[in-house]
């Protein structure tokens, strides 16, 4: 009886383990010689207009590349942004021309620090564990289709502290 209750646990874990690994994956796009990595957005509540997204970018090509637009079916229009301090205020604003990537160099996305994209003009709240698909433009490279896994917002907020050694843009 006791060698299989040591079973019975041993594959209780084991199932929670792999239940759990999907969730844990960062899931990740290439495009030429981008990466794109673990897109994510924040829940919202109703009738809050607008989505922050996150991800990283990285460019291991030889040549610079400028993220210049992003659509979703479940916004009116994609934006990118930028986050900086203007006396005691923190103001959000789009980047015009887009967002470059030089090559070499990592840019992580995150909340409050630095680079955003804002899904404008959702059709509907975003609620945590949906999938939201999306399409990022490059100048270059072109078009790839993500999927932001939406997060809730007090997950989303942790994972800035699991995320500290990222700054807004980092040079690799």
Known sequence: MK???????????TSA????AP??????????QLEIG???????VPGQPAAGAYLSIENKGSAPDRL???SSPVAKSGE??????EGNVMKMREL???LEVKPGQKIAMQPGNGYHIMLMGLSKPLQAGEKVPATLIFEKAGKV???FNVEDRNAAAAGKDDMKDMKGHMHH
């Not at 383990?17 to 759990?20: D, F, G, Q």
């Not at 960062?26 to 495009?31: G, N, P, R, V």
């Not at 897109?39 to 919202?44: E, F, K, S, V, W």
Request: proline share 2%; hydrophobic share 50%.
């Open 96 to 98: 015009e021309g887009g």
């Open 3 to 13: 060698h299989f209750v040591q079973k019975l646990a041993t594959l209780a874990i």
């Open 23 to 32: 969730l844990s994956q960062a899931h990740e796009y290439k495009l030429g």
């Open 145 to 147: 289709d993500v999927t």
């Open 68 to 70: 210049v637009g992003v």
């Open 80 to 85: 990118i942004h930028t986050m900086a301090m």
């Open 17 to 20: 383990l792999l239940a759990a």
């Open 38 to 44: 673990h897109p994510y957005a924040r829940a919202t």
